[in-house]
């Protein structure tokens, strides 16, 4: 599936969070109510101020979207990647991710750093980002992987 991939506005705030709450909901460690209330996950304001939001966009809607970090020198932190569950496997994913380190290169930053739960570490290692090391997570045990942004 191809979509528009472009920068998240303000006025895309309220979508950014029902999709966001929509997605969570899918993966066992998000499934109680406290974790998918409205604003329990909040798409910082901020972020989408200075750019650091992507989304992907299809005719139907807001299909994915993409947060981003600097955390260093020349590291980025993608703080999420969150597509409809019912495009899942759709490509969407690949294509916010690659958008997401093209910004990243953009930016002057050299790498990506994100921290992938179980279900998700089979997709980034796909992409060539390699394990630094494990923690603790609200959602229970995750994986940090990093890569280069040139590598894509």
Known sequence: MTARIRAA?????EALD???R??????PGFRDEQHVKPGAFLVSRKTISAGRVLLAETDEGI???AMWLPIGEATAHMEGLYID???WRSGLGSELLRAVSDA????????VFVIALADSVEFYRRFGFVRTGATATPLGPAVTMIKEVAGF
């Open 9 to 13: 506005r303000i006025e895309d705030y």
């Open 22 to 27: 929509r997605s969570a909901r899918t993966f």
């Open 18 to 20: 029902q999709l966001m």
């Open 104 to 111: 990243i290169k953009a930016s002057g930053l050299k790498n």
């Open 63 to 65: 299909a994915g979207f």
């Open 85 to 87: 569950p019912n495009l």
